[in-house]
């Protein structure tokens, strides 16, 4: 079983940046490729981005390009979501997600396994 525990959110101003973290517990996350969605008030779940195993490969949201990072530590069981440039259209709860172990990238929330309980991310104009 894997446990996933986001930090991170807060307030922000547009413009401004965060850094959202995410802290694996349970086997092989060396061997997951990790996401991050969000899911704004009254709206669906969207993709953010995913990381593969290794961090040598990264998919992002049209609308993220460019001012948000994914990366991730294996050595610490993280995965991190840097945000610059952050605009009140981010403002979302942001979560965390798994994919089996051994499984390639994907975007689609039904392909990760594991979700962690959401971080609450709101940027003011």
């Known amino acids: 079983q894997v446990q996933l525990v986001e930090s991170g959110g807060g307030l922000v101003q547009a413009g401004g940046s965060l850094r959202l973290s995410c802290a694996a517990s349970?086997?092989?996350?060396?061997?997951?490729?990790m996401g991050w969605f969000r899911q704004a008030p009254g709206k669906e779940r969207e993709f953010v981005a995913s990381?593969?195993?290794?961090?040598?490969?990264?998919d992002y949201l049209d609308s993220v390009k460019g001012r948000f990072t994914i990366s991730r530590d294996n050595a610490k069981n993280t995965v991190y979501l840097q945000m610059n440039s952050l605009k009140p259209e981010d403002t979302a709860v942001y979560y965390c997600a798994a994919r089996p172990i051994n499984a390639g990238m994907g975007a689609r929330g039904d392909l990760y396994s594991y979700w962690g309980q959401g971080t609450q991310v709101t940027v003011s104009s």
């Open positions: 990381i593969n195993r290794s961090g040598s490969s990264t």
């Open positions: 349970g086997p092989s996350f060396s061997s997951r490729t």
